[in-house]
Structures are given as C-alpha cells and as structure tokens.
Nanobody, 123 residues
Framework: VQLVESGGGMIQPGGSLRLSCAVS????????MGWFRQAPGKEREFVAG????????GYGESVKGRFTISRDNAKNTVYLQMNSLKPEDTADYYCAARRGTNWYNQPARYDYWGQGTQVTVSS
C-alpha cells in the first residue's frame, strides 16, 4: 500500500495550494480518507475527512470555510484545496486511509499513512 502526497510548497499568506494524495495497493473506493497536519512541536491535527463515496465531508474548526476535501475514485486520488492560507497553516500535511465508510478525526482510526508534504505559509 502506498499513499503519496504532492503539491506542498511555500506560499504567501492569502494564497492557495492544492494537495494531492495518490493511493495504490488497496481498493480505494472502500476507504474513507483523511488529511492531517503536524507543525513542529505540536500534535498531529485533523484537517479534513471524506467518506468512501465522497458524499460526506468534515473539517477541523481552524480550516472550515477555507479548505475543501474531494476525491476521484477513478483516479485513486484525494485532494485538499487550501484557500486563504495563513501562517498558522504551516505544517507537514499527511493523507490517511481508513477501511470503511466514514472518516474520523482521530489519527489512530486510520490504517495507512503517506509520508507527508510540507506547506509553508510566509511572506
């Protein structure tokens, strides 16, 4: 099983980035997906989750209204569109897969993880 994130980088405050997570080695449409982030010295934080069908999504409080999670089951890929980025969004971003219908906001609920992609928001 492989989860490979891409799309991170350095961006100015107010800018946008789209992260992608390409998944292989599992039946993607049977897995709920999540995005988490971790800043230096902080715990891993839930960012967004999406059900296996894509019909249900949820977000962490700090990103609601700015970030959008989506998935393309034909491409085995999950996305995170990040708008109105702030310096406090700076972190390593990880995608995670959980076998089953629903997403959860606890990292321990997920079965597989990617290696992360770094996002830095700075002027």
């Amino acid at each position: 099983v492989q989860l490979v994130e891409s799309g991170g980088g350095m961006i100015q405050p107010g800018g946008s980035l789209r992260l992608s997570c390409a998944v292989s080695g599992l039946s993607f449409s049977s897995y709920a997906m999540g995005w988490f982030r971790q800043a230096p010295g902080k715990e891993r934080e839930f960012v967004a989750g999406i059900t296996w069908s894509g019909g249900g999504t949820g977000y962490g409080e700090s990103v609601k209204g700015r970030f959008t999670i989506s998935r393309d089951n034909a491409k085995n890929t999950v996305y995170l569109q990040m708008n109105s980025l702030k310096p406090e969004d700076t972190a390593d971003y990880y995608c995670a897969a959980r076998r089953g219908t629903n997403w959860y906001n606890q990292p321990a609920r997920y079965d597989y993880w990617g290696q992360g992609t770094q996002v830095t928001v700075s002027s």
